[in-house]
């Protein structure tokens, strides 16, 4: 199992859990899991090519996927998942 760090702006969806476990061999195996026990995670991570959304940032084990294999990443059991809205604003 793979556990997933759900941040604040995404926990209504996962009914207010901060995180979950997941069976998952990839990142994106990973998305369609979550997809699949709470719908709208897929709308919210991926755009509608079906790529990480630029806002959006996926680490494993504090690695950005961006910078490993993106979606394909292998993930494993006991590697941990964070999604990270990106934030912006100031002056």
């Keep these: 199992m793979v556990r997933v760090r759900i941040p604040t702006p995404l926990r209504k969806l996962s009914n207010g859990s901060s995180e979950v476990l997941i069976n998952s061999a990839s990142i994106a195996d990973c998305v369609g899991a979550l997809e699949s026990q709470f719908p709208g995670f897929r709308e919210r991570l991926c755009d509608e090519a079906g790529e990480l959304r630029r806002f959006v940032n996926i680490y494993v ?31």
């Design 61 to 91: 084990n504090g690695e950005d996927v961006r910078f490993l294999e993106g979606l394909a990443t292998p993930i494993k059991s006991g590697d941990e998942v964070s999604i990270v809205p990106a934030v912006a604003g100031g002056r």
